[in-house]
């Protein structure tokens, strides 16, 4: 009779255990479904540094980023939520699968950061060539200036006759040499350089690299438009 007893017991507690866990299953999925929820976007695969995020990168066939709904209390408060917020900004570091997208975590296409070939306009390439004081307008061209080149040819007489090779060239970039970052960070003026960099077509580019190497040439800067 004991026996019965003592195996009537164990059923019993099991049963408790049972309800218990049921119970508390129960528990959590209502504190879940009654928790403020919050969309948020993470990456469905590793994204590299530096790339740029488009729409393409949302469809479905293409996608490299979801979004999913995590409790409010829980998300980073910095996280991305519309992908609307996110296209056409470049990643500052790789982001890795699962991440959440953190506001500083991407920039946008005007900063300093990102890389010059997303800054390019349309049919155009970037053209660096050497320029001194002497034929660069005595280091005073900036970033978003615009030159002319005069090139310096002889006619057919032997006499040197000076032309215009190429107008509105847009600078890009202006050479960050160690001395110009010092002397930025002094306070003081850069006014030598040893490279300017351009916005230019290919054909121009072979053409300035001829220039480059086969003329005297100068620059003449253009007043901001």
Do not use: C, H, W
């Not at 948020?40 to 979801?66: H, Q, W």
């Not at 946008?108 to 004081?133: E, P």
């Amino acid at each position: 009779m004991k026996k019965v007893y003592l195996i009537a017991v164990v059923f019993a507690l099991l049963a408790m255990f049972a309800t218990f866990m049921f119970a508390n299953q129960l528990d959590k999925k209502s504190s879940i479904k009654d928790a403020n929820m919050v969309d948020v976007i993470v990456a469905t695969e590793d994204i590299p540094s530096n790339t740029l995020i488009t729409a393409e990168m949302f469809e479905e066939d293409t996608a490299k980023f979801k979004t999913v709904s995590v409790v409010s209390d829980t998300a980073d408060p910095l996280a991305i939520k519309n992908q609307e917020d996110l296209i056409d900004k470049v990643t500052v570091d790789p982001i890795y699968t699962g991440e959440t997208i953190n506001e500083n975590r991407v920039v946008g296409m005007d900063d300093d950061s990102v890389g010059l070939s997303y800054k390019l306009s349309k049919g155009k390439v970037a053209y660096s060539f050497s320029a001194g004081s002497v034929n660069g307008v005595d280091g005073y061209i900036s970033v978003g200036d615009t030159v002319d080149v005069l090139v310096y040819e002889k006619d057919d007489s032997g006499k040197t006759v000076p032309r215009v090779a190429y107008k509105d060239l847009k600078i890009l970039r202006v050479s960050n040499a160690s001395a110009d970052a010092s002397a930025s960070a002094s306070g003081s003026a850069i006014r030598d350089y040893g490279t300017l960099t351009v916005e230019v077509t290919e054909k121009q580019a072979l053409q300035l690299y001829t220039i480059e190497n086969d003329y005297s040439f100068k620059l003449v800067l253009k007043p901001r438009k």
